[in-house]
């Protein structure tokens, strides 16, 4: 994409991701709180989430944010936010997604830092059933407002980890410790991801917290739109041709914004202009072999079908966008949120044992046709096309074939009826039995009949 195409993508309002009666969406909008200026700790603000009510009505910070200078982070950080969907639970017991806090424990104030203005840390403590997803700070040393925040209930949640220190108040002066961390999710499971709040994880010391002091991420379906299958291939008197229908569309993942790296836009511009993409699959039979036995006996036909999967293509589809197949992300590379994620395992064709896109060894198929009849052998070819909200392409398509999806089809020149068997798993090299397995690395065989 130019740098014209892009500078003409529309601005886009974000359809909230939805967990159950969970609402989440995102702010780049903040208000500072507090911070160390005129004091003799180290550089440091807390910064209030503020949703535009016009742009999100309903929606409340989970915590406050915390970062280690005093430049403004308006427009330049994003983090989430919630709300309350208007339908229930699917569950009707498990009640409402959000509850504001019951009370507020203290963690620190700035007493002793000498300080221009007053300041304190607090953890909320939420209602039975219930997390809180971060601490929330005051320009006082009064508690917070109930509804400065919400909690979450605990099953839209996941437990998570401390992980790197923000900032800690050492040196400060003041009469009790404090030290800031950040929130790291765990490895999501297939279909899922894990996404951090953005908020910090408070201690009254300067150690890291233990598992006295839970910290959670969200939980993110992964959305995914399922279509029937392509039409599977007839055999009839003639010859098949090897495309016997076009691609179609069968899965659709729906992937949010912060998951995808998109090489044309930064993560901020991404919110705006594409907050959803859409990882496409279409799968299309590819005719192997063709054979006609013109013998009364029963013959064996065997063919070599390529794979169309490659690592290199693979590889380069994950360092454009990020986005791995069979494996967590976001890896090593940047986002510009804390978040783990892995895609369905059916979606991808990727096993929980096995990763057949890194197998580009060609198949081996065989196959027995009857006295007088005719056979063809499909395997379904599947295609991945990542797209931004407009439908415009991220990059190239990646493709697998995959060796586990065989067709047969067979067609007796005496007869007017044919017949067609689906194979989800390969058979067994027995009589009367088609077999298909990875073909040697060398000295592969050739068809035995006409083949395209």
Known sequence: MTAQEDSALPTRQMEPLRFDNLLISFTTEFYRVWDTHGSRAKPAAFWRPTPAPDVLPGYFPLGDVAVADLDNINEKRVVAVVCEADAQSADLALGKALS???????????????????????????????????????????????????????????????DELIWSDKGSGAKQSFSAWRITPPHAPAGEIYLAPGTFSSAGNYSKPEMGNPTYSLRVPI?????????????????????????KLTHTARLPWFAVMDPSLSPLEQLRRSPGYRLE??????????GHNTESQKRTFRWTAPRVQRTEHLRTFAQITAIEFGRQWPGDSPAPLQFSAKLDEDFVLCGAQANEWLNARPLD?????????????????????????????????????????????????????????????????????????????ADVPAATDSAP
């Not at 959305?223 to 495309?243: F, G, H, I, K």
């Not at 991220?394 to 089809?409: K, P, Q």
């Open 365 to 441: 198929v065989i196959t027995f046709a009857a006295g007088k009849k005719s056979i063809a052998v499909y395997l379904v070819q599947s295609n991945y096309t990542l797209l931004r909200e407009d439908g415009k392409p991220v990059t190239d398509t990646v493709s697998y074939t995959d060796g586990n999806r065989l067709h047969i089809c067979e067609h007796s020149s005496e007869e007017t009826d044919f017949t067609c068997t689906p194979a989800q798993m390969p058979a067994p090299a027995a009589a009367d039995k088609p077999a298909i397995e990875p073909a040697p690395a």
């Open 100 to 162: 504001p806090p019951d009370d507020y424990e203290l963690i620190w104030k700035d007493s002793g830092t000498k300080s221009k203005k007053d300041g304190a840390i607090w953890r909320p403590v939420p209602p039975n059933g219930y997390v809180a997803l971060g601490s929330v700070c005051t320009n006082d040393h009064e508690k917070p407002s109930l509804n400065a925040i919400r909690c979450v209930r605990a099953d839209l949640v996941v437990a998570s980890r401390v």
């Open 223 to 247: 959305a995914l739109e399922v279509s029937p299958q392509p039409p599977a291939p007839e055999l009839t008197a003639e010859p098949p041709a090897r495309l016997t229908e076009p691609a």
């Open 281 to 290: 699959r279409t799968d299309q039979y590819m005719l192997i072999g063709y």
